[in-house]
């Protein structure tokens, strides 16, 4: 069956350090991977768009890189701000339907002062 | 923000009544989704839909129906709420598929007693 993880621990990372996110799936063969922020009582907002003959994926702080060999996509934040506490969910979207995306879990993220 | 709104924002019903949720665009965007949220489930999609009056059934479509009479607005409909059903309820747009970006509602939290 298909499946997308990501880690359901939350990550504790120091404030200024770097946050590293990972998205793994099976069973798919993704056309597009997206990664969203959700705030507490909000909903998601998406954040970048990676496609799947693109290895890597920059906006500001923020990268994304996704291999297709390992079904795999890494979601970093440098320079980590308190700010930038949230839960981070990474989608899918394979083929053309017309049927949305495919969301993971999330992993919530904690920036420590 | 995108110009999607939800509402009710918040609900309690009790088992056995009829709910609807209307989610509200002003973006004319083609493509509405109704998803629902849960711990340990992430976001899983119920309904949606590419046109007015067309419409799809998603993962976790039982229990549900939806409608859109007009572009701006789609409707989800318990037929008769189930304490299973107690959620908090997206409302996504997009205006094209297959990999565009899908923008979300602040959400509708239910909850039937």
């Known amino acids: 069956s298909q499946k997308i993880e990501q880690n359901s621990e939350a990550l504790n990372i120091q404030e200024g350090k770097t946050a590293t996110l990972t998205c793994n799936y099976t069973?798919?063969?993704?056309?597009?991977l997206q990664w969203y922020r959700q705030d507490p009582g909000r909903g998601p907002v998406f954040l970048l768009l990676?496609?799947?003959?693109?290895k890597e994926k920059r906006k500001e702080r923020l990268k994304v890189t996704f291999d297709t060999t390992l079904k795999q996509s890494l979601f970093h934040i440098t320079a980590s701000q308190p700010a930038d506490s949230a839960t981070y969910l990474c989608?899918?979207?394979?083929?053309?339907?017309?049927?949305?995306?495919?969301f993971g879990k999330g992993t919530h993220l904690i920036i420590q002062p | 923000d995108a110009g999607i709104t939800q509402s009710p924002r918040h609900k309690v019903t009790e088992t056995g009544t009829p709910v609807t949720l209307r989610c509200h665009q002003t973006?004319?965007?083609?493509?509405m989704y109704w998803y629902r949220q849960d711990p340990g489930h992430g976001l899983r999609l119920i309904h949606y839909?590419?046109?007015?009056?067309?419409?799809d059934k998603g993962e976790v479509s039982d229990g549900y129906s939806v409608s859109r009479s007009k572009t701006e607005d789609f409707l989800l409909t318990l037929e008769s709420a189930t304490s299973s059903q107690t959620s908090v309820y997206f409302c996504?747009?997009?205006?094209?598929?297959?990999?565009?970006?899908?923008?979300f509602g602040e959400g509708s939290w239910l909850t039937v007693v």
């Open positions: 990676i496609r799947e003959n693109e």
């Open positions: 973006e004319n965007h083609r493509y």
């Open positions: 996504a747009i997009s205006p094209v598929v297959s990999g565009n970006t899908i923008y």
């Open positions: 839909s590419y046109g007015v009056k067309d419409t």
């Open positions: 989608a899918l979207v394979s083929g053309g339907g017309a049927d949305g995306l495919t």
């Open positions: 069973n798919y063969s993704p056309a597009y």
